[in-house]
Nanobody, 122 residues
C-alpha cells in the first residue's frame, strides 16, 4: 500500500531555507508524476512543483528560482526551499500519481501524504 510521509517542515525566518522530504518505500511505479502542493489557512490548495519519471520539472511562478524539486532512485521526493518568504507559510503536501503526466490539479493525484507545516516569520 502506498503511503507518503513528509518531513522537514518547521519555523524559519524570512530569507532562510528548509528542505522537505517525502518517503514511500512501497511506491514502485516506473511511470509516475510526483508533486508538492501547499495550502495556507483560508486559501485554496495550490501546486508548488512537479517532477515526472523522466526528471522533467515544473514550478509555480511564485516559487521559481527559489524552490527546487528533486527525486532520488528510491523514489523519495524532496523540495529545497531557499529565500523563504512569509507568504510561503502553509501546510505542504507531497502527492503522487501513476500517470506520467503532471498536472496542477490536486484531484489528478491518487496518493497524498499527511502534510508538514512550514512557517516563515518576517
Amino acid at each position: 500500500q502506498v503511503q507518503l510521509v513528509e518531513s522537514g517542515g518547521g519555523s524559519v525566518q524570512a530569507g532562510g531555507s528548509l528542505r522537505l522530504s517525502c518517503a514511500d518505500s512501497a511506491y514502485t511505479y516506473s511511470t509516475h508524476c510526483m508533486a508538492w502542493f501547499r495550502q495556507a489557512p483560508g486559501k485554496e490548495r495550490e501546486g508548488v512543483a512537479t517532477i515526472d519519471s523522466n526528471g522533467r520539472t515544473k514550478y509555480a511562478d511564485s516559487v521559481k528560482g527559489r524552490f527546487t524539486i528533486s527525486q532520488d532512485n528510491a523514489k523519495n521526493l524532496y523540495l529545497q526551499m531557499n529565500s523563504l518568504k512569509a507568504e510561503d507559510t502553509a501546510m505542504y503536501y507531497c502527492a503522487a500519481t501513476n500517470s506520467g503526466i503532471c498536472l496542477w490539479t490536486g484531484t489528478w493525484y491518487e496518493y497524498w501524504g499527511q502534510g508538514t507545516q512550514v512557517t516563515v516569520s518576517s
